[in-house]
């Protein structure tokens, strides 16, 4: 049982009705980088939802044994200073983290300013699992990712627009071409395939007016302020009001993906699928893929970036 700087609790001689309320009366006893070592017969995760329902993210949770006869588990208070991450932060400080947020489901392009806490309660998520899954990313993933968060914001902007613009001009007329094709063959067997198409359009129109907006006003502005010129957008005053506008499209389209991923049951193919009917889908799915990249670029590193680099052009 470990020892040191920790006090110990073993809950395994207290009885069961006061056995949350003595972990909480001590832990509320812990200063600032405190632990607390829980010594228990079975696994206390359940203290740990608890806590989080009643004490939010003040704490850290390692397991020190996990079972099979005994756990212990070092309950570690956090300091005020420390920031917890959202799940946009996360992926942008190391995009694999991202395959294991895509893995559970969960949305760190439009949906990144929640904590990776908040998102798994709201969704019923393991969070311990998947917390586990990140600190062990190493042997989850091989190769290395591009290094997005380190470059500058000209060269991001112009790496979005030739890649990721560039892909959605390229793409949507065989998204058009497939989706009417599969409907007139499909659409009576499988009427959700015309909501689908519909949705497609709307994708596509939202995200063409879209990439206009950025291309001539949104990115000229932030490519200025990366080359240390002080600029003005015509009647949008800070940068924070077009990010604003262009963060709030973003959702449009997450949300248009949410409808055609359940309609489509996330792209699972019935039996009667066709060529045709394999190969839309698999065009949509990489597009919505390619667009959680695309978006998590913008929302969680240039954005913010452009944001804080406007900002220290008011403090000169």
Not at 163 to 170: E, G, L, Q, R, V
């Amino acid at each position: 049982m470990e020892q040191s700087n920790s006090s110990v609790l073993d809950v395994t001689i207290l009885p069961p009705q006061i056995k949350h309320a003595t972990i909480f009366k001590k832990y509320d006893t812990l200063k600032q980088g405190e632990s607390l070592i829980i010594h228990n017969d079975h696994d206390p995760k359940p203290l740990y939802y608890q806590l989080i329902a009643e004490r939010g993210n003040s704490f850290t949770w390692d397991y020190l044994l996990n079972g099979p006869r005994y756990w212990e588990v070092k309950i570690t208070k956090r300091n005020l200073a420390d920031i917890q991450e959202t799940v946009g932060e996360i992926a942008a400080n190391d995009y694999r983290k991202a395959k294991i947020f895509s893995k559970y489901g969960i949305d760190f392009c439009c949906g990144g300013k929640k904590q990776l806490k908040e998102i798994c309660v709201e969704k019923g998520l393991d969070i311990l699992q998947i917390e586990n899954e990140i600190q062990n990313i190493e042997d989850y993933t091989n190769g290395r990712e591009l290094p997005y968060n380190e470059w500058s914001l000209d060269f991001l902007v112009d790496y979005i627009v030739n890649t990721h613009h560039s892909y959605i001009k390229k793409t949507i007329p065989d998204l058009i071409q497939y989706a009417e094709k599969v409907v007139c063959v499909h659409g009576n067997e499988h009427p959700e395939l015309i909501k689908i198409q519909q949705l497609v359009y709307d994708v596509i129109n939202e995200l063409t007016n879209h990439l206009k907006k950025e291309e001539v006003i949104l990115f000229p502005y932030i490519k200025d302020l990366a080359q240390n010129q002080k600029a003005k957008i015509q009647g949008l005053g800070s940068v924070q009001n077009p990010i604003n506008m262009m963060e709030m499209e973003h959702e449009v389209v997450g949300k248009y993906f949410e409808q055609i991923n359940v309609l489509s049951n996330h792209y699972e193919l019935p039996n009667d699928a066709c060529a045709t009917y394999t190969l839309f889908y698999k065009i949509l799915k990489a597009f919505e893929d390619d667009l959680h990249l695309h978006i998590h670029l913008e929302n969680n590193i240039l954005f913010p970036k452009a944001i804080q680099l406007e900002k220290s052009f008011t403090t000169k």
